[in-house]
RNA sequence: CGGGGUGUAGCGCAGUCUGGUAGCGCAUCUGGUUUGGGACCAGAGGGUCGGGGGUUCGAAUCCCUCCACCCCGACCA
């Protein structure tokens, strides 16, 4: 491709709403622009890119012998309603109506119309395991779409879904893909980690994410190398801190504290350290009324795992401040376990305190020198925390100074299901066994943010100049860069051949033959990240040189110019 | 959905408080001088000041209203 003739949209300022660094260099690089919140074009920059990626996700999806199919991004309402969803899934679901007044959706994902196609297509156990993949726009109408491509409305998406006999060859499938996954993002140069994940409402047994690492990240991965163990922090589980619960030594005093209703000032006011102290928190129980949840006062908590207690309401609700006050008698900020009349669930490192402070159920009023079973029932102890940095990995011998968990940002790029029979059983979707006799059957569905990765690949490889694309998903894996192509013919020819010669290695180059000075062309290509660059003027060439480049290296180097495509095939060979 | 903020040329911004008919830098186009890290000189084009309504002799500026976008939070697979 030459510059004359390619859309090198660059921008030398950045956009004032772009947050992130990927965003900020996306629009920069002329690879993306703005249609609405969440909604963009691609430009021939950033769809090369785009390409790249899918093309890698193709070849390995093929390579573990998925076979692709194209959905429709339209879906009839019909599909949605056999399922459940129609009804449950909330303003993320774009609704939508035909001239004829019949509900369609923006498919966010496709279970229903997979799940209806292959009903009908896939009869006999014989046909199993199958798996199907797609590469397609999905719709989800985030309430807030933000950080560019990163967290789109409208984005592209490489979905797979499995079919299987019995749940033994889900697990095999599902292996294949967690190392189809790892394969693919090793191939694609990111560094990510595979983590273990909550499965969410969709249930399941097993549920793996993939995430790159980078500060920016919206989730929190609570990591141990010692373990090989990685969690998102929704999910990972906390130990109690501080060993078996001590003996009573205090006895249960009543002391004033006015105006005195967080934690820290509790705390602070009883000059004690706010892990003496324990919160109560008051949500609505699954049977109505409310349950209390105790952490340690310097414990946050963990509203994923609490809903998955039988006793507290799943999605969690918060009690107000009139039913706390109807129930207890006091303002949220005096709360406590003696003598409280609803269900007492502790988190594990709460129900090993002895000697304890919490709140007396009376405003400005807390107890200290409390204990359980002493002072009020022993409490049904349940995992309720979220991890934090330093608590010992659930994996953990307790021997190691290593087994520490550390806490880590990324951001998800994929994520590894098994569904089980949820859409298979809605939908009727059965096959017979050897038997003869109807199976429902278990499945398995396999997610990568195609565009997501395009993003999530700068965050982890820039500098100040640009990005510093893998060479995987480079959108030029060269630039010929010439010193006064429009001034002197043997900077032309030299640059002219080598272009041709390169292309016809299948190698993806780039001639930057605008009449421009070189520090723009310089900067361009520094900013949309082309990994290699060579330079030729007339200076090198008296010597028989050309000058190349690394991108991510700060020295150049110069070449003989009868050497130069040998020298090149084997840099892009080796990368 | 709650809170906050911003909408003026392709991008970045000033002008708004104190009403007088729109400006700067970059980018673009023309001519010239330049040419190894985002040049210089001269000239040019480009804006119903987010939309609608109102006040006024006169509105980017004041008032009402709608919209869009961004940030924080809540929510959510």
Not at 310 to 322: E, G, S
Not at 355 to 381: L, Q
């Amino acid at each position: 491709m030459r510059t004359s003739n390619f859309l090198l949209s660059t921008l030398k300022e950045t956009p004032a709403d772009a947050e992130v660094i990927s965003h900020q260099l996306m629009l920069r690089a002329g690879m993306i622009r703005k249609v609405a919140a969440g909604i963009y074009n691609w430009l021939p920059v950033g769809l090369r890119v785009l390409r790249k990626v899918e093309t890698i996700v193709r070849e390995e999806m093929d390579r573990a012998g998925a076979q692709e199919v194209l959905m429709p991004t339209v879906q009839p309402a019909e599909l949605w309603q056999e399922s459940g969803r129609w009804e449950q899934y909330g303003g993320e679901l774009l609704r939508m109506q035909d001239r004829h007044n019949r509900d369609f959706c923006l498919g966010p994902t496709h279970e229903e119309v997979i799940t209806s196609l292959i009903s009908n297509e896939i009869r006999s156990y014989k046909q199993l395991p199958a798996n199907f993949y797609q590469i397609q726009t999905k719709f989800r109408d985030e309430r807030r779409p933000r950080f560019g491509v990163m967290r789109a409305r409208e984005f592209i998406m490489k979905d797979a879904y499995s079919f299987h006999l019995d749940s033994e060859s889900l697990g095999q499938t599902y292996d294949l893909m967690f190392d189809t996954y790892s394969r693919i993002f090793t191939r694609l140069g990111l560094h990510f980690r595979a983590v273990e994940a909550d499965t969410g409402s969709i249930g399941g047994n097993a549920s793996h994410e993939f995430h790159v690492l980078a500060d920016s990240g919206e989730d929190a991965i609570a990591v141990c190398d010692k373990y090989d163990y990685a969690s998102n922090v929704e999910l990972a589980e906390a130990l109690a801190v501080g060993g078996p619960r001590p003996s009573a030594t205090q006895s249960l005093t009543k002391v004033d504290t006015p105006d005195q209703t967080t934690i820290e000032q509790v705390s602070r006011f009883l000059k004690l350290d706010a892990s003496n102290t324990v919160k109560t928190l008051l949500v609505h129980g699954a049977e109505g009324g409310l349950v209390a949840l105790v952490l340690r006062g310097d414990h946050e908590l963990n509203e994923i795992k609490a809903q998955k207690h039988p006793l507290v309401a799943d999605p969690l609700v918060w009690a107000t401040d009139d039913e706390i006050k109807h129930a207890v008698g006091c303002a949220p900020g005096s709360i406590g376990v003696v003598e409280l009349s609803v269900p007492v669930i502790a988190d594990r490192s709460a129900a090993n305190l002895a000697d304890f402070v919490c709140g007396a159920n009376e405003d400005g009023v807390h107890y200290t020198g409390v204990n359980w079973g002493r002072d009020c029932a022993e409490p049904d102890v349940f995992d309720l925390r979220s991890v934090v940095a330093g608590d010992q990995c659930a994996r953990a011998d307790g021997n190691g100074e290593d087994d520490q968990l550390s806490i880590t940002r990324g951001i998800e790029v994929g994520h590894i299901f098994q569904l089980g029979t949820k859409y298979s059983e809605a939908m009727n979707a059965t096959c017979l066994d050897n038997n003869g006799k109807a199976v429902v059957m278990p499945m398995g569905c396999y997610g990568i943010g195609v565009s997501r990765i395009v993003a999530s690949a700068i965050e982890q490889n820039h500098d100040s100049r640009g990005i510093l694309w893998p060479d995987s998903m480079a959108p030029f894996q060269l630039v010929i860069t010439p010193i006064g192509y429009h001034k002197s013919e043997a900077v032309k020819s030299t640059c002219d051949s080598l272009y041709t010669t390169m292309q016809e290695h299948g190698i993806e180059v780039l001639l930057d033959d605008r009449n421009e000075r070189p520090g723009i062309m310089f900067a361009d290509a520094d900013l949309i990240g082309v990994p290699h660059r060579v330079v030729i003027g007339d200076k090198s060439l008296s010597n028989g040189t050309v000058e190349y480049k690394y991108r991510r290296n700060d020295a150049a180097e110069d070449v003989p110019q009868n050497g130069i495509v040998e020298f090149l095939l084997d840099r892009m060979l080796k990368n």
